[in-house]
C-alpha cells in the first residue's frame, strides 16, 4: 500500500458533449488540483452538466476525462472506483431501504469503512432513516444521505453540485468543517458548485 499517495488531479481534455436541442461544451480543457475548486457560472452555463461528466453519469461526444492516469473512458470501473458524484437527487431505486442503498455503495467503493459512514449519517441526524423506504425521503434527507456518503467513501475526486442549499445550521456546519480537514484537502481532488460563496478553504476558483 502506497504511504503517500501523489496528490490527485482531475485533467479534462478537449471535450465535447451536446443535449438534442443545444451544444454545452465544445473542446472545453481544464485541470483541477488537490483541494476544494468552486466552480462558478450563470445558470444553464454547464456546471451540472460538467459534474456528471466527470462522475461518469454523462458520456462526452469527444475529448478525454482522466483522474491521475486513470481514463474515464478506457478504464470506467476502475475511474468510477475512484469518484463520487453528490448531486442532492433522489436515487432510481425505489424498491431499496436507506441501510441497503448504503450498504450497495460502500460494497462498490474499495476500502470503504462503515464506522466513519455511521459517523457521518449521526452527524446528520440520518441514523433514524436507516430501515425507511428510499422514498419515504424527503428531498432534504436524500441530500444528507449523499453528503454522508461523499465525506465518508475512500475516494480521490470527490464532485457536489450546491451542498449547502436547504442544508439546516447544524448539517451546514458539519459540512464545512468536514470539507475544510487539512488531510481531506490533500488527499482529495473536490469539486463543487455553489450559489453562494461556500466559506471553505479554496484552491482555486474555476469560471465555467
Not at 458533449?17 to 483541477?32: I, M
Not at 424498491?95 to 464506522?115: F, I, N, R
Not at 453540485?161 to 439546516?168: Q, R, S, Y
Amino acid at each position: 500500500m502506497e504511504l503517500n499517495p501523489p496528490s490527485p488531479a482531475l485533467h479534462i481534455e478537449h471535450l465535447a458533449f451536446h443535449f438534442p436541442t443545444h451544444s454545452v461544451f465544445q473542446g472545453y480543457s481544464q485541470q483541477f488540483g488537490p483541494g476544494i475548486t468552486w466552480l462558478r457560472g450563470a445558470n444553464g452555463a454547464g456546471k451540472t452538466t460538467l459534474l456528471k461528466l466527470a462522475g461518469g453519469a454523462l458520456l462526452p461526444a469527444r475529448g478525454t476525462i482522466r483522474l491521475d492516469d486513470v481514463d474515464s473512458g478506457s478504464m470506467p470501473l476502475a475511474y468510477r472506483a475512484l469518484t463520487f458524484y453528490c448531486g442532492g437527487d433522489a436515487p432510481a431505486l425505489p424498491w431499496l431501504q436507506v441501510h441497503e442503498m448504503l450498504d450497495l455503495h460502500l460494497a462498490l467503493y474499495p476500502g470503504s469503512d462503515q464506522s466513519l459512514l455511521n459517523d457521518e449519517l449521526s452527524a446528520f441526524a440520518m441514523m433514524s432513516t436507516l430501515q425507511q423506504s428510499i422514498t419515504a425521503l424527503s428531498l432534504g434527507q436524500h441530500k444528507k444521505l449523499q453528503l454522508a456518503l461523499a465525506l465518508a467513501l475512500p475516494v480521490r475526486l470527490l464532485l457536489i453540485d450546491e451542498p449547502f442549499n436547504g442544508l439546516d445550521a447544524a448539517a451546514m456546519a458539519h459540512l464545512r468543517a468536514r470539507l475544510a480537514e487539512p488531510a481531506r484537502l490533500a488527499r482529495q481532488c473536490i469539486v463543487l458548485t455553489s450559489h453562494l460563496a461556500p466559506d471553505v478553504p479554496l484552491a482555486a476558483t474555476v469560471e465555467i
